[in-house]
C-alpha cells in the first residue's frame, strides 16, 4: 500500500445527514439516499466533491475495537456558510488540523483492508498518533461506488 501524504486541513463547514451506526448494523446506504434526494436543498455549496464522515466517540474505538460499537456517521457537502440549513440537515464544522491522505481505489466492500493497513501497520509504524476528530472521505470526480477503478481521498486525523 502507498504511503500517505500528510496535509493540514483548512477548517471546513459542512451540511447533511447523520445517523447512529455500526459496523454490523451499518445504515449507510439509507443515510446517503436521504441526503441525496434532498442534497439540491443546500445553498452556498462550495464545489462538487460529497463528504463521507465518521465521528467516534474518543480514540478508544479503534484500541478496543468491536464492529458493534456506535458512532455517528455523516453525509455532506462543504458550504461557504451556516447561513442557510435545510430543515431536516444539519450543520458540521471540521477544524483545522493534520491529516495522513490515503487514496483509496476499489470497491467499498474491499475497504476494511486499507483500514487494517491504517490502523495495524502504518499508524503504529509512523510518527504520529489517532487525533481524536472526525474521520472522513473526499468521493470527488473519480468517485464511483460500482467500479473496480472507483477512487477516493481517505483522511485519518493524525498529531505528533
Same mark, same amino acid.
Given at each position: 500500500? #502507498?504511503?500517505?501524504?500528510?496535509?493540514?486541513?483548512?477548517? #471546513?463547514?459542512?451540511?447533511g445527514k447523520s445517523a447512529r451506526m455500526s459496523l454490523v448494523q451499518n445504515t449507510t446506504p439509507v443515510l446517503w439516499k436521504?441526503?441525496?434526494?434532498?442534497?439540491?436543498?443546500? #445553498?452556498?455549496?462550495?464545489?462538487?466533491?460529497?463528504?463521507?464522515?465518521?465521528?467516534?466517540?474518543?480514540t478508544s474505538y479503534f484500541k478496543n475495537?468491536?464492529?458493534?460499537?456506535?458512532?455517528t456517521k455523516y453525509a455532506m457537502t462543504e458550504v461557504s456558510s451556516f447561513d442557510t440549513i435545510p430543515e431536516d440537515m444539519e450543520a458540521l464544522t471540521i477544524e483545522a488540523g493534520l491529516y495522513a491522505v490515503f487514496i483509496? #481505489?476499489?470497491?467499498?466492500?474491499?475497504?476494511?483492508?486499507?483500514?487494517?493497513?491504517i490502523f495495524s501497520q502504518w499508524l503504529p509504524n509512523s510518527e504520529y498518533a489517532?487525533?481524536?476528530?472526525?474521520?472522513?472521505?473526499?468521493?470527488?470526480d473519480k468517485y464511483k461506488p460500482a467500479s473496480e477503478d472507483s477512487e477516493e481521498e481517505v483522511w485519518i486525523p493524525i498529531k505528533k
Open positions: 500500500m #502507498k504511503q500517505p501524504t500528510i496535509q493540514t486541513l483548512p477548517q #471546513k463547514k459542512l451540511i436521504s441526503f441525496m434526494q434532498h442534497r439540491k436543498s443546500v #445553498k452556498n455549496i462550495i464545489g462538487t466533491d460529497l463528504y463521507s464522515i465518521q465521528v467516534y466517540d474518543d475495537f468491536n464492529p458493534q460499537t456506535a458512532f483509496y #481505489k476499489g470497491l467499498p466492500q474491499h475497504f476494511a483492508k486499507m483500514a487494517t493497513y489517532l487525533d481524536n476528530r472526525p474521520h472522513f472521505e473526499v468521493l470527488g
